[in-house]
């Protein structure tokens, strides 16, 4: 049991690990959990430290608020098991929580204002309206056939035009960027850009925590 959860912690924090020294705040313990459950799942290390270090959770209010950030602060619930781990004099929780197959999993604040978060390396981001528009579209019934038509054709123009870019060089736009770009209506093309990545189409990635896009 001790060489296990030494293990992990050895891993240090990453995409599907993260450490909390202790749980002060339901709330924000829910952004881990819907990081999680929208990206490739992962595990909360409760009562250790941000350099690794045991401290151990110190009370059941602590765990009660565990339970409260998975079924009360994130909607839909997300699916989490608990571990409880007894160390050198100290208790560590585990919480697993898988992806969901239920996506978008948001997280609620005390104002009831949700957010879907994103796990990317070690870091929780809100994520952009172009992934809850794939995360839904996963969720629909309907075929996923491709259709290529004259919106299309603007957005992917649009996303190729870059006179201050070196030839042949990738160019990355933010999603206001391409909204200007085409002219095309914003919801449009978060419509557009989603149905294009879940084709291999364009590319995301995170540039100073903002998210940017590219053809393929």
Same mark, same amino acid.
């Given at each position: 049991m001790r060489s296990y959860l030494l293990s992990l912690i050895s891993e240090?924090?990453?995409?599907q690990q993260d450490f909390k020294y202790r749980v002060a705040d339901a709330v924000k313990l829910a952004r881990s959990v819907s990081a999680f459950a929208n990206t490739d @799942? &992962? *595990?909360l290390l409760i009562?250790?430290?941000?350099? &690794?270090?045991?401290? @151990?959770v110190r009370s059941e209010e602590e765990i009660y608020m565990m339970h409260q950030a998975a079924y009360r602060y994130c909607r839909?619930?997300?699916s989490i098991k608990f571990d409880t781990y007894h160390v050198d004099g100290r208790t560590i929780v585990v919480a697993t929580v898988? *992806?969901?197959? *239920?996506?978008?999993?948001?997280a609620l604040d005390?104002?009831?204002q949700r957010r879907a978060y994103i796990r990317i390396a070690d870091e929780n981001i809100v994520a952009s309206p172009v992934h809850i528009k794939i995360w839904r579209d996963e969720q629909s019934p309907r075929g996923a056939a491709f259709t290529y038509g004259e919106a299309d054709q603007r957005l992917m123009a649009a996303m190729t035009?870059?006179?201050d870019a070196p030839a042949g060089q990738t160019v990355w736009l933010r999603l206001n960027q391409i909204v200007r770009r085409s002219r095309l209506p914003r919801p449009k093309v978060i419509t557009l850009l989603a149905r294009l990545v879940r084709f291999g189409l364009v590319s995301?990635?995170?540039?100073e925590h903002q998210f940017v896009f590219a053809l393929n």
């Amino acid at each position: 049991m001790r060489s296990y959860l030494l293990s992990l912690i050895s891993e240090g924090e990453h995409q599907q690990q993260d450490f909390k020294y202790r749980v002060a705040d339901a709330v924000k313990l829910a952004r881990s959990v819907s990081a999680f459950a929208n990206t490739d @799942g &992962g *595990r909360l290390l409760i009562g250790v430290r941000d350099d &690794g270090h045991l401290s @151990g959770v110190r009370s059941e209010e602590e765990i009660y608020m565990m339970h409260q950030a998975a079924y009360r602060y994130c909607r839909p619930e997300a699916s989490i098991k608990f571990d409880t781990y007894h160390v050198d004099g100290r208790t560590i929780v585990v919480a697993t929580v898988p *992806r969901s197959d *239920r996506r978008p999993v948001y997280a609620l604040d005390d104002e009831g204002q949700r957010r879907a978060y994103i796990r990317i390396a070690d870091e929780n981001i809100v994520a952009s309206p172009v992934h809850i528009k794939i995360w839904r579209d996963e969720q629909s019934p309907r075929g996923a056939a491709f259709t290529y038509g004259e919106a299309d054709q603007r957005l992917m123009a649009a996303m190729t035009i870059a006179p201050d870019a070196p030839a042949g060089q990738t160019v990355w736009l933010r999603l206001n960027q391409i909204v200007r770009r085409s002219r095309l209506p914003r919801p449009k093309v978060i419509t557009l850009l989603a149905r294009l990545v879940r084709f291999g189409l364009v590319s995301w990635r995170l540039e100073e925590h903002q998210f940017v896009f590219a053809l393929n």
